[in-house]
């Protein structure tokens, strides 16, 4: 009886051992995915729909402003929702990357650290970064479309999947488009 308790008891701490990191992994996908993803709606369908996402990204310096707030809005909703399932995780997370290393760069760089900074701060979209960093370096976990799929990009192929897509596909889309005003 003794031995079928403490077996239990390991096989217990086991299950949360395991589940409690895909759990975990679940719970940051899910939200760090519809957040993104509710992101690309709202530059759709919200406040001053496509036409003032484009109008936005032509008064900060993007060339051909209409084109980018939809690569913009598509890709957000697009990575959101693989990161929310899981799927193609190393790619999702590159996405999630690139928009906040162009938002960092376009916006948020000049208005210092600090989100709560006039203007908003880097703060927020390094930490985003970081995120699908981590999550190109982990994976999606066991609870994920990839798993399911038997998908394993995770760890050093992650980690340079979302570098060269996420950072290089960024730097790349800036060098292209941007053109921001000279200031006197």
């Not at 906040?100 to 916006?107: E, L, R, S, Y």
């Not at 927020?124 to 066991?142: M, P, Q, R």
Request: positive net charge; contains cysteine; charged residues 10%.
């Amino acid at each position: 009886m003794i031995t079928t308790t403490a077996a239990a008891a390991s096989s217990s701490q086991d299950f949360w051992d395991v589940n409690g990191l895909n759990l975990g992994l679940l719970i940051i996908r899910v939200v760090i995915g519809l957040t993104l993803a509710s992101h690309g709606l709202n530059k759709i369908f919200g406040g001053g729909k496509i036409a003032g996402t484009t109008g936005w990204f032509a008064s900060m310096g993007m060339k051909f402003p209409f084109i980018n707030a939809w690569m913009a809005a598509l890709t957000e909703i697009g990575a959101g929702f693989l990161l929310a399932i899981g799927l193609v995780t190393p790619l999702a997370a590159a996405g999630l990357v690139a928009i906040m290393v162009v938002a960092g760069i376009t916006t948020h760089r000049k208005n210092g650290w600090f989100i709560f900074n006039a203007g908003g701060g880097i703060e927020y979209v390094v930490v985003l970064a970081a995120v699908g960093f981590g999550l190109g370096c982990t994976g999606a976990g066991e609870w994920s479309v990839d798993n399911a799929a038997n998908i394993n990009w995770a760890g050093t192929t992650g980690l340079i999947i979302v570098a060269v897509a996420g950072v290089g596909g960024a730097l790349l889309q800036l060098l292209s488009f941007w053109r921001p005003a000279k200031t006197a």
